[in-house]
């Protein structure tokens, strides 16, 4: 167990040890330092709430949290091929497994650490800004939601929500890096799949093909249900949880396979 803790630290070093990691921890901070202040400059004719304004703040910011991770994930497994330096990890006495794991958990809490800098900024800076509402009128008007919660724990679900489909593109992104062995195609089918696929699969749903019901990105949003406005009257949260687990462990398995089984002797 040691072993394979000194193995995720060394992934984690590798990722923090690199300018653009920190430069995108940067940009994260300064990007929501730049809407917060764009907020305060807006409340002066339209009245805004720290929770308003924490709850569009993090729509805006998470797309570039995605970004970044996906960026990382993208080069965990391709940059080890391009640069060669997988053989150096393969002959230390760790498992291919054990290896492929690490980076895997290493990227997930990287990603991690994204959420919980946009969530403490977003909180803690409004919180200083702008005025608190702790009314259910927040939930209802402004969330959408007609849950009988707070609006702090309505933003804890929103961002456990958002953390999941993080991990599905996470994984996605790392998939394709350990089996195509390019960063470049990684980052760019991730990309698509963060800015297009929920509109593709909601243009197909809006035609009526019913195997579209089986489409990821229609299943990603689970918030959906905290609201009680899911997609489909068929769609449950339940039926939701089993469709993006079984691409959870497709994907996982094919990221497995195909690494383990890779011949990298040239």
């Given at each position: ?98 290896i492929l ?8 809490l990287f ?76 980052i760019i ?78």
């Amino acid at each position: 167990m040691y072993n394979f803790l000194q193995l995720v630290r060394n992934e984690n070093m590798k990722i923090y040890s690199r300018v653009q990691t920190w430069i995108m921890i940067g940009l994260i901070v300064l990007f929501q330092l730049g809407l917060s202040l764009l907020f305060l400059f807006a409340s002066e004719d339209v009245k805004i709430d720290s929770w308003s304004a924490m709850y569009d703040e993090t729509y805006i910011i998470f797309f570039f949290v995605a970004l970044f991770t996906v960026v990382v994930a993208s080069n965990s497994v391709a940059n080890e091929f391009s640069s060669g330096t997988i053989k150096l990890l393969l002959i230390r006495p760790w498992s291919r497994s054990k290896i492929l794991l690490s980076k895997y958990i290493s990227i997930l809490l990287f990603g991690l650490l994204l959420g919980v800098i946009m969530f403490v900024l977003t909180w803690g800076v409004n919180l200083l800004l702008f005025q608190l509402d702790n009314s259910q009128s927040i939930v209802e008007n402004k969330f959408g939601s007609t849950k009988d919660i707070t609006p702090l724990q309505y933003m804890l679900l929103y961002y456990a929500n958002k953390f999941i489909e993080l991990v599905m593109l996470i994984t996605i992104s790392f998939m394709i890096s350990a089996v195509f062995r390019s960063s470049m195609l990684a980052i760019i089918i991730s990309l698509l799949i963060l800015t297009s696929g929920v509109l593709i699969s909601r243009a197909l749903f809006a035609f009526g093909f019913e195997w579209v019901d089986y489409v990821l990105f229609l299943h990603m949003n689970f918030i959906r249900y905290l609201d009680e406005n899911p997609l489909k009257e068929e769609f449950t949260l339940a039926y939701s949880v089993a469709v993006y687990g079984v691409y959870y462990v497709i994907f996982m398995a094919t990221t497995w396979f195909v690494f383990n089984k890779r011949d990298v002797s040239n």
